[in-house]
């Protein structure tokens, strides 16, 4: 399969999941219909409904897919690990730990955005606690274990709060969001995380090259003129703005940056700045996906979207161990 | 003409001299093989002439900036296989990749 036919394939199934995603919902209006409202200019509760709820809704699906798609190929890229996840750096756990104190504490009622502010803000910490712990010229061995101790650390960090949570209702409102979920966002949202995500995507696009030099290892991508240090450092800062951007406005969502660079690799030869693209779409397009499952295998129940994609991701990661074992 | 010229060249892993006073000239249309037991410090040759790490003593490779080094010397190492299957041609093509330029 060539290139351009791979990317051209899965465009056309971002549009179409996209479509999807505006049509589906707990308002019993046909497909047709609500087009229309979307489209026509009529200001009446249909086209409220499209443009306030559904169409941010679907679009923060591609950011989110797009970013995680993204940074989970470039992860695997650098550390020449397929089973390395945009997770692994612990910017989503930082995240997540900022989101919970401002749960916690009250700050989240502050201003609407109060809660991925303070999301972004943890996310911000925990990349410069990596970068200080990893240092300057450490390797992908050291930026993996600093990864895990910064995880392990706002995890446990996480469950005290929860712990000593004077109040249910916070405990509860803590857990909930913890599952990831892209219900009841809006265009602030959108407005929030796309500057923040941007950056991210372009950093990461301009790691292809270096990434592609990597397949063969540090010495070989040095031996061909790369400065790692300033790979490294490009692509934690692209990982850390576009996934803790994620992670603020929706949650935390695992498996889509472990599986989809690992789904779409062999599709693009094991290039790893062709995966970057490839990945970056296959991401959007998994999540709206999942997006519009949870909407319709438990209509009006506000089903999890990071729920949903665990009990999809798990199988299918079992299903790659079965495979790898295989080939050993 | 010469393509690489090493004179002295000493490197250390922590106290130890992995190599000491090395000096060698390798000219156009020259091949050479290198031959040597395990930890002899092949690798540890080829690495310190790259610049790769570093080391005491002259190359004419490692003093040179990185991008132009990398047009003049091209470095396979002995890895651990790739992580991942990759093409046969992606493979070579990868070799081309700091000639190529953009």
Do not use: Y
Not at chain 1, 36 to 58: K, Y
């Amino acid at each position: 399969m060539s290139f351009r036919f791979l990317i051209l394939s899965l465009t056309a199934l971002v549009a179409l999941l996209f479509a999807a995603s505006l049509v589906t919902g707990v308002a019993p209006v046909g497909p047709g219909e609500s087009l229309v409202a979307l489209i026509s200019d009529d200001g009446g509760p249909l086209t409220m409904v499209m443009r306030e709820i559904r169409l941010p809704r679907a679009i923060l699906a591609v950011m989110i897919g797009v970013s995680l798609g993204l940074s989970g190929a470039a992860m695997q890229g650098f550390l020449r690990n397929p089973l390395a996840e945009p997770g692994l750096i612990g910017v989503s756990s930082s995240a997540a730990l900022g989101a919970v104190l401002a749960l916690q504490s009250g700050f989240a009622m502050a201003f609407t955005l109060a809660l991925p502010f303070a999301a972004l803000l943890g996310a911000v910490i925990g990349v410069a606690m990596i970068l200080f712990l990893a240092g300057p010229g450490g390797g992908a061995f050291t930026l993996i274990l600093a990864g895990i101790a910064l995880s392990a650390l706002t995890a446990a960090l996480t469950s005290l709060l929860l712990n000593l949570s004077p109040n249910p209702f916070a405990a509860n409102e803590i857990v909930f969001w913890m599952m990831g979920s892209l219900a009841d966002r809006s265009f602030d949202h959108v407005w929030m995380a796309l500057p923040i995500m941007a950056f991210g995507w372009l950093a990461l696009a301009r790691t292809g090259r270096g990434l592609e030099a990597l397949t063969l290892g540090e010495d070989a991508a040095a031996s061909m003129g790369f400065d790692l240090s300033r790979l490294r450092l490009v692509l934690l800062g692209g990982v850390a703005a576009s996934v803790g951007a994620a992670t603020a406005v929706a949650g935390a969502i695992g498996f889509v940056g472990l599986v989809v660079p690992h789904v779409l690799r062999p599709l693009v030869g094991g290039s790893s700045s062709r995966l970057l693209l490839a990945s970056a779409l296959g991401g959007a397009a998994l999540l709206l996906a999942a997006d519009v499952a949870v909407r319709l295998v438990l209509p009006g129940r506000d089903l999890k979207l990071g729920v949903v994609m665990a009990l999809v991701g798990a199988p299918i990661s079992l299903h790659l161990i079965w495979r790898m074992r295989g080939q050993s | 003409m010469t393509l690489l010229t090493l004179e002295n060249l000493t490197a250390r892993r922590g106290p130890c001299a992995v190599l000491s006073g090395i000096s060698l000239q390798v000219g156009t249309g020259e091949c050479i093989g290198l031959i040597g037991p395990n930890g002899a410090g092949k690798t540890t040759l080829m690495r310190a002439a790259l610049g790769l790490m570093r080391a005491e003593g002259q190359s004419s490779l490692a003093v040179l900036p990185p991008s132009v080094r990398a047009t003049q010397a091209a470095w396979l190492p002995q890895s651990p296989e790739i992580a991942w299957p990759v093409t046969v041609r992606h493979l070579v093509a990868l070799g081309a990749m700091a000639r190529r330029g953009s």
